[in-house]
């Protein structure tokens, strides 16, 4: 019982031991990938980089063999003088020049890869945020609201954009120094077989050890990136414009710089501990490389003086044992650097090969132009959500309609608007339009049908003009269409105060920039909204809460004069508002518990008739 147990504890250590070196084999498939990536990103630097390589790693054996020659030449020269012979200086003097030609090859190589390197740098970096971005541009809404993928992201744009540079240089120098020994093992090999065992295995101690702590170093960063995200979130809240209000009044900044250097304080304890090891495993092993490089060298000087060698071929060996060992040590560090370069780049891989569900649909129109909108037992949960936001909802708005959504925060009144817009899917059940199932549209001109304002609608830090050119990319320029879209959205008349009108610069990030009220925001994103001539559907989420009753009161009548045979879709918690909508969907915990005018609403005397009786004392 006792061998089996033995047997299996050895199958499981070997199995283990299998395990990781797959892993570390596995995670160098990311170098073929940043290769690929350098190759289209620019092929002339990529051939200039590999051709200086080359030369990099090839001449510096030649260094040392012209070396040797120049001592040995010396020597017979200075033999031949103590011996009273004709002695020539010609063969010194063009082992020199050789040598110096060689030199002067080696540090064009080595300028030739800066340069290579110092173009990679930008290109690179600003090929790779690319990817990043039109990635982010391919996700859906649901991704970006999951912390772990939000943790995804963060890893790639921290560290991603860096290494395949890093990777490939890295690549670069491990062939150049391939190269470099390749070279000089072959010169090697005429002095002892195992001359050239002590040049490749001296310096494997310390390679095993950089491999091992840029592991942990890597683990450690995958750990840390929802602290690190933190971090970079109250950085935000004490530093930006839209916060510093709300931090200065509730004294929140010193509690916020000292969240902010807690977890600074967690990290570099961690850091701390990770690099004492690190460098102290480094140290001793490097004891052990620099010993085995000594012996050579004592190897070497003594069968020198035996007369077994000429005194230029032990400069030489002794000049190839130091390169030679400096350059396996580059050697096995590029590799522990790619290793780390590899670990970090699959975290831009993990997030750019995140699975996207294809938009398949590609129907312009749909069968039945009247039946507007239609949700068909319609249920949607979030990822990861114990309950379903909306379930059960059954609901149609016809052309020339307007709908009004009441309920409490939370009760699933955008979550429908983003299902209209299809910045979800529903879990269940469909949602249509014109009598076509959303999922069949074409995306693109599905959204151009759809004119809507969020509660959280964005502040461009842009000029007026494009912050409303915003509503339609197409016309994103438009200055006709700017004023018309800010006639109808009420905008116009601040608009045209401004010393610079429409050319004004908004926000506070940059030069001149000026900041609206809340009011006037909405306005600008009111008229945003009617940049869209396409749109027939209408839909405002609550973006007048920063106005006044009166200024609301006014904004829907106008929106109702314009509507016209568009569906509207208004999303307020002012029943003054409200009860101007054709129908009224009141929603209670994701399902729809009444529907109708205001009077008959008001008559059922249920949530909608006390919300409004309990709101209407506000005002007496």
């Known amino acids: 019982m006792a061998s089996k147990s033995k047997l299996a504890k050895d199958d499981a250590i070997h199995g283990e031991n299998l395990n990781s070196a797959r892993q570390f084999f596995g995670v160098f498939k990311y170098s073929k990938r940043a290769l690929e990536l350098l190759w289209t990103t620019s092929k002339s630097l990529s051939l200039l980089l590999g051709f200086c ?26 033999r031949a003088l103590a011996n009273g012979q004709e002695m020539s200086i010609m063969p010194t003097v063009w082992w020199v020049v050789a040598e110096a030609g060689i030199l002067v090859l080696i540090t064009a190589a080595h300028r030739g890869i800066t340069l290579c390197q110092a173009l990679l740098k930008a290109q690179l970096a600003h090929r790779v945020n690319v990817l990043i971005l039109e990635k982010a541009l391919t996700l859906d809404l649901t991704h ?37 020994i ?14 050239v065992f002590i040049l490749l295995f001296g310096g494997l101690p310390a390679f095993f050890a950089e491999t091992k702590f840029s592991g942990d170093a890597f683990r450690l960063f995958r750990w840390r990136a929802p602290e690190t995200r933190m971090q970079t979130y109250l950085e935000t809240a004490i530093a930006r414009e839209d916060h510093v209000k709300e931090v200065k009044l509730f004294d929140l900044g010193k509690l916020f710089l000292g969240r902010y250097k807690g977890i600074y304080e967690g990290l570099y304890e961690k850091d701390r501990n990770l690099t004492i090891r690190r460098e102290g495993w480094g140290l001793a092993f490097t004891m052990i490389s620099i010993g085995a490089l000594y012996s050579a060298y004592a190897w070497c000087a003594i069968e020198a003086a035996r007369g077994l060698i000429s005194l230029g071929d032990m400069t030489m060996y002794i000049m190839l044992f130091r390169q030679g060992q400096a350059a396996v040590t580059a ?46 037992n319609v249920e949607f949960r979030y ?27 939370g009760s699933g009144k955008t979550t429908l608007i983003k299902l209209l817009t299809r910045l979800y899917k529903p879990t269940y059940g469909r949602v249509l339009l014109d009598g076509r199932d959303l999922q069949e549209w074409d995306t693109e001109v599905l959204r151009r049908r759809v ?34 879209a800010a006639t109808q959205g009420k905008a116009k008349p601040f608009i045209d105060e401004m010393p610079n009108g429409y050319e004004t610069q908004l926000g506070k ?41 009166a200024a609301e009161a006014e904004v829907f009548e106008h929106f109702r004069s314009l509507m016209g045979k568009k569906i509207g879709i208004v999303i307020s918690h002012r029943f003054s508002t409200v009860r101007m909508a054709d129908e009224i969907v009141v929603l209670d915990q994701g399902h729809i518990v009444e529907r109708g005018g205001h009077e008959t609403l008001m008559q059922q005397d249920g949530i909608y008739a006390k919300l409004f009786t309990l709101q209407a004392r506000g005002y007496r």
């Not at 990777?167 to 190269?179: C, D």
């Not at 000089?184 to 002892?192: D, P, Q, T, Y």
């Not at 990822?383 to 925060?409: D, F, M």
């Not at 304002?453 to 700017?482: H, K, P, T």
């Open 53 to 78: 390589t080359i030369l990099a790693g090839i001449l510096p054996s030649g260094v040392a063999w012209v070396g040797a020659r120049i001592v040995d030449s010396v020597y017979w020269a200075t």
């Open 144 to 180: 970006f609201e999951d912390s772990e993928f939000y943790d995804k992201l963060t890893r790639a744009r921290r560290e991603a954009s860096s290494r395949p540079l890093s990777l490939v240089m890295r690549t670069s120098g491990l062939f150049q120094n391939a190269l470099q």
């Open 182 to 195: 390749s070279s000089f093992a072959v010169l090697l090999a005429g002095f002892s077989p195992w001359a």
């Open 331 to 376: 050697s096995l560090g590029n590799v522990g650097g790619m290793y780390e370069d590899n670990l970090y780049l699959s975290t831009l891989y993990e997030y750019l090969e995140v699975q996207v569900e294809p938009t398949k649909g590609t129907a312009v129109s749909g069968p039945d132009p009247e039946a507007g909108v239609q949700f068909e």
């Open 383 to 409: 990822p990861g959500a114990e309950k379903p936001a909306i379930t059960g909802i059954n609901l149609q708005i016809k052309r020339g309609q307007s709908l009004a959504l009441v309920g409490e925060n």
């Open 451 to 484: 004119g809507v304002i969020f509660q959280d609608f964005v502040r461009y830090q842009l000029i007026v003009g494009e912050n409303i050119g915003a509503g339609d990319v197409r016309d994103f320029e438009n200055r006709e269409r700017w004023e018309d």
């Open 509 to 549: 990030w940059f030069k001149e920039g000026r900041e609206l009220s809340g009011g006037q925001w909405q306005k600008i994103a009111l008229s945003r909204a009617f940049m869209r001539q396409d749109a027939d559907i209408l839909v405002l989420d609550e973006p007048t809460a920063a106005m006044d009753a």
